[in-house]
């Protein structure tokens, strides 16, 4: 289990955009494939994008592409995800999960993924 962090989940108003952040104390993010899911009450996990190793190969959700945008600092050893013109529909718990293989490709199933952090909080609200 790799030590995930998750940061950057806030209250905003429709249409605003935030930028979540991934990382993890003493692990090279960019040797590993990350995933940013999705939970929000009532409902099952979902996968809303993905970056493979070294960053080559990005995945989306049907319902966030073209709003959300999957990055990697290599310097920062973060994998952020900004978030662009959100709906109430966004709101959820976000998660950062990590392939534990190195030079992995990506995938949006959860099963795919070793470690997991606690998750951050994005709330859409007028």
């Known amino acids: 289990q790799l030590p995930v962090v998750e940061s950057g989940g806030d209250l905003v108003q429709p249409g605003g955009s935030l930028r979540l952040s991934c990382t993890a104390f003493g692990v090279n993010l960019n040797d590993y494939a990350i995933g940013w899911f999705r939970q929000a009450p009532g409902k099952e996990r979902e996968g809303v994008s993905c970056?493979?190793?070294?960053?080559?190969?990005?995945y989306y959700l049907d319902s966030v592409k073209g709003r959300f945008r999957i990055s990697r600092d290599v310097a920062l050893n973060a994998v952020y995800l900004q978030l662009n013109s959100l709906n109430s529909e966004d709101t959820a718990d976000y998660y950062c999960?990590?392939?534990?293989?190195?030079?992995?490709?990506?995938?949006?199933?959860?099963?795919?993924?070793?470690?997991w952090g606690q998750g951050t909080q994005v709330a859409v609200s007028s």
């Open positions: 999960a990590i392939h534990a293989g190195v030079g992995a490709f990506c995938a949006l199933t959860s099963t795919w993924y070793d470690s």
């Open positions: 970056i493979s190793s070294q960053g080559g190969q990005t």
